[in-house]
């Protein structure tokens, strides 16, 4: 049976530090729905009704396209530990930018990685909470090196050319917003 917030409660903040994943729902207006998973003690809890995580370069942009086009997010976090939950947050998407004049107050919040690109936040309109009876018992063995290791050989250049030919536009065709320049 699922149980609707209006707002995070101190119990949702605390499963959420709890989770070493979580995973992101996007859609266009017509095109791709993309879900996401992330990790790497990305995530923060900026107040009852705002959320965001440190998005790192990758092989894609397409959550950056969605919220450009069309603003609405899903956050998932689900219990893979002996207590079953699934949480989403639902609500409107923005992408701050390390050039954005609020980056520094959001940023601050958050782990310093190489190969950063973006924040996105996410302005709650409403929790759910769900029993997560058929979700499978996992342990946590390790976050993988492999993305901050790949970052930490690029240079600057090679990491904004990465993005530059990679992260402009999404699989769909739509603008990422990307601030960067050739």
């Known amino acids: 049976m699922a149980d609707f917030f209006q707002n995070l409660e101190a119990k949702h903040r605390e499963f959420i530090e709890q989770q070493k994943v979580f995973f992101t729902a996007s859609a266009p207006e017509e095109g791709r729905i993309n879900l996401s998973p992330k990790g790497m003690e990305s995530f923060h809890c900026y107040s ?10 990758g092989s894609g ?3 950056a396209a969605h919220i ?16 079953p939950l699934i ?9 701050v930018q390390p050039d954005d004049k609020d980056w520094a107050d959001y940023s601050a919040c958050l782990p310093q990685y190489k190969g950063t690109r973006q924040i996105i936040l996410l302005a709650i309109d409403c929790v759910q909470t769900s029993c997560g009876y058929g979700v499978p018992r996992m342990e946590f063995v390790s976050e993988r090196p492999t993305l901050k290791k ?10 904004a050319e990465y993005q530059i030919n990679n ?5 769909d065709g ?3 917003g990307l601030h960067l320049e050739k």
């Open 87 to 95: 949480m989403r947050l639902y609500g409107q998407g923005r992408v």
């Open 68 to 83: 450009k086009q069309d603003g609405r997010l899903t956050i998932m976090f689900c219990s893979f530990g002996e207590q």
């Open 48 to 57: 009852d009704k705002l959320v965001g995580y440190l998005d790192m370069v």
């Open 167 to 171: 992260n402009r536009v999404s699989i």
């Open 150 to 159: 790949w970052a930490e050989k690029k240079s600057e250049q090679e990491l």
């Open 61 to 63: 942009n397409e959550t």
């Open 174 to 176: 739509l603008e990422t």
